[in-house]
């Protein structure tokens, strides 16, 4: 393989292991660092890329190449999508909205980060490979996620006390990743890709992926998150559309749906994580109103939230549960339109439809859940989402 390419999938195996690299900041894990690593991976594949052996870039339309250009098969045109430059947008923004709350300059790096992400999946294309790759990087985080479950948090659950020991004894894993929200969007964003693998993928191989499948399933059902689930189901018609397929992996998910619903009992009560959030986030918008056109500024919400804008029957949050409704508490109406221009790229020319539902699983996940909170989540959606955009140049090798 090429630099470019092993530096491409590097990135990609690195955000596929969520925290796995990550550091233990005021005693809770934070994934920041292998997001760095990610970047710098990608950066590296986007400079390799751009030395590659020159091709000559064919014109459909026309009888003869054109003029031969540095750009490797595999490689597409090197301008920047739309969808990246308005995350690089939302990262000047949040620069300079930096106000009295926060001096944490994390979220301005995360935004450049995803902005970065999405560009190197539309620039770098290697389909295959990518598939391959993240299936294999799945199947210990799954066998880790088993080991939460059976070991880890029996040990450490009467160690502790409080929300924290409720937490263990859930039994909700989480993998290397934050939350087990977090690690049930990381399934429903490999779902659709391991799918694929399973209808083109031959000899030993497809027995990996239809391990990493039922690993998936039972994953969904040890995180115990709805969100997830419900994203891999709106993933998987947005790959297959409305077909008698289609709906055999919708019944297959709904009946891990009632199996997640079954084992929690406070999914159904009089105050239960549906009605939080539904309350959460029209107590959002009460404050959005409040500073509609330029927002309260990053990192404004964990502070104001519960100060000004709670009510009883809302959820004693940090985070709104809503990837776009934070982004508009905090920066208006200008961070709500660069958000939209960054999620409308799920309805672009599609260059593989398994990204795009990877893609399209990312962008519901955080709607309903805290999920941008991880950085190596939020890269790994938007390069699968970058990766799915149509606009792929046909090249050919010059001899």
């Known amino acids: 393989m090429k630099n470019g390419q092993i530096s491409f999938l590097l990135g990609a195996a690195v955000l596929a292991t969520g925290g796995f690299f990550g550091s233990i900041e005021a005693g809770i894990l934070s994934d920041f660092n292998p997001a760095l690593i990610a970047a710098v991976l990608f950066c590296a594949s986007l400079i390799c890329a751009n030395r590659e052996k020159k091709y000559v870039i064919l014109d459909e339309t026309a009888t003869q190449a054109k003029q031969p250009q540095t750009e490797a098969c595999g490689y597409r045109a090197k301008n920047i999508p739309i969808e990246s430059l308005a995350l690089f947008a939302l990262c000047i923004l949040s620069f300079f909205r930096i106000s009295e709350f926060s001096r944490d300059y994390r979220e301005p790096v995360g935004f450049a980060l995803a902005g970065l992400a999405l560009w190197t999946g539309y620039s770098v ?44 004894e859930s039994g909700r894993v989480f993998a290397t990743f934050i939350l087990p929200a977090q690690f049930s969007a990381y399934l429903a964003i ?75 009992t406070d999914i159904f009560g009089g ?20 500073s509609l056109f330029f927002g309260h500024g990053t990192a404004s919400f964990e502070r104001l939230y519960m100060a000004k804008y709670w009510f009883s029957g809302a959820d004693e949050v940090m985070h709104p549960h809503s990837w776009f409704l934070k982004t508009f508490f905090e920066y208006g109406i200008i961070g709500a ?63």
């Open 125 to 168: 294309h290697f389909d295959d490979k990518l598939r391959r790759t993240l299936i294999l990087i799945s199947i210990p985080m799954m066998l880790y996620a088993l080991y939460q479950r059976l070991v880890i948090f029996p040990e450490l659950a009467p160690q502790l006390a409080g929300e924290a020991r409720s937490r263990l």
């Open 190 to 264: 490999l779902a659709p890709i391991a799918m694929a693998s399973k209808m083109t993928e031959r000899g030993i191989f497809r027995i990996v992926v239809a391990t990493a499948l039922v690993g998936i399933c039972f994953g969904f059902y040890l995180a115990g998150s709805l969100s997830g689930v419900l994203s891999a189901m709106i993933a998987f018609f947005v790959m297959n559309g409305i077909t008698r397929r289609g709906f055999a992996v919708a019944l297959m998910l709904a009946a891990v749906a009632v199996g997640i619903a079954s084992a929690r």
């Open 271 to 290: 105050v239960n994580p549906i009605s939080l959030r539904i309350n959460t986030w029209f107590a959002t918008i009460h404050g959005i109103a409040d």
């Open 337 to 399: 339109v660069l958000w939209l221009v960054m999620a409308a790229g799920i309805f672009r020319s599609i260059h593989d439809r398994s990204f795009r539902a990877a893609g399209a699983a990312f962008l519901v996940a955080t709607l309903l859940d805290v999920c941008d909170q991880s950085f190596t989540l939020r890269m790994l959606g938007t390069f699968l989402l970058g990766a799915s955009l149509g606009g792929r140049k046909n090249c050919r090798k010059v001899e």
